[in-house]
């Protein structure tokens, strides 16, 4: 079992930067690849970055790609997203999850565990 807790969300101007936090508690951080997905109000939820478990390899979308970094810190048990120029149709609930897989997934269904998310509001 892998707990997972985001923090960092919050109201931001366009053009503006937050940084997202996920802690994780449980099974040995470092066996999960980390994802972060978000889910707008009456849209599906959608896939945004992955990390592998190392931190050597990453994916992002293309809507956040240059925009968006996702790191870890595995002695820290945490997963970052450092989110720049932020627009406003990155408006939504951001979520961080666990996949066990060694495949860089981005498909939501592949992940084990999930947090509560943390809303993220981009103002004009």
């Known amino acids: 079992q892998v707990h997972l807790v985001e923090s960092g969300g919050g109201l931001v101007q366009a053009g503006g930067s937050l940084r997202l936090s996920c802690a994780a508690s449980?099974?040995?951080?470092?066996?999960?690849?980390m994802g972060w997905f978000r889910q707008a109000p009456g849209k599906d939820r959608e896939f945004v970055a992955v990390?592998?478990?190392?931190?050597?390899?990453?994916h992002y979308a293309d809507s956040v790609k240059g925009r968006f970094t996702i790191s870890r810190d595995n002695a820290k048990n945490t997963v970052h997203l450092q989110m720049n120029s932020l627009k406003l149709e990155d408006t939504a609930a951001y979520f961080c999850?666990?996949?066990?897989?060694?495949?860089?997934?981005?498909?939501?269904?592949?992940?084990?565990?999930w947090g509560q998310g943390t809303q993220v509001t981009v103002s004009s």
């Open positions: 999850a666990a996949d066990h897989s060694l495949v860089l997934r981005t498909s939501a269904p592949g992940y084990e565990y």
């Open positions: 449980g099974h040995t951080f470092n066996w999960y690849a």
């Open positions: 990390i592998s478990r190392s931190g050597d390899n990453t």
